[in-house]
């Protein structure tokens, strides 16, 4: 199994920027298709991004394409979302996940199906 751990979050401007990391440890990194989601106080849990196994397939949420990049970096196991032009909406807590699938599956965009799951890292865009 794999274990992440989100950093990065904060509080920033309306108009702001903020890189948020996902270290990860145990199994293979490159193994885990990978996701960010985020949960706003009151609200399900929504997502953000997510990445294939070697990066060269991304899918974003519509509210956040232009704004927001997904990267890794299997060499050091780390997932990475850059954020910019950030809006007072986009608070929430951040939560980075993974899934194991085969290299040519399709991206997952839903909750249930990442199976580990990082603790959350705060985010708040002030307006």
């Known amino acids: 199994q794999v274990q992440l751990v989100e950093s990065g979050g904060g509080l920033v401007q309306a108009g702001g920027s903020l890189r948020l990391s996902c270290a990860a440890s145990?199994?293979?990194?490159?193994?885990?298709?990978m996701a960010w989601f985020r949960q706003a106080p009151g609200k399900e849990r929504e997502f953000v991004a997510a990445?294939?196994?070697?990066?060269?397939?991304?899918d974003y949420a519509d509210s956040v394409k232009g704004r927001f990049t997904i990267s890794r970096d299997n060499a050091k196991s780390t997932l990475y979302l850059q954020m910019i032009s950030l809006k007072p909406e986009d608070t929430a807590v951040y939560y980075c996940?993974?899934?194991?699938?085969?290299?040519?599956?399709?991206?997952?965009?839903?909750?249930?199906?990442?199976?580990?799951w990082g603790q959350g890292t705060q985010v708040t865009v002030s307006s």
């Open positions: 996940a993974a899934r194991l699938q085969a290299t040519s599956a399709v991206l997952r965009t839903t909750p249930k199906e990442y199976n580990y």
């Open positions: 145990g199994r293979t990194f490159s193994d885990y298709a």
């Open positions: 990445i294939s196994l070697g990066g060269g397939r991304i």
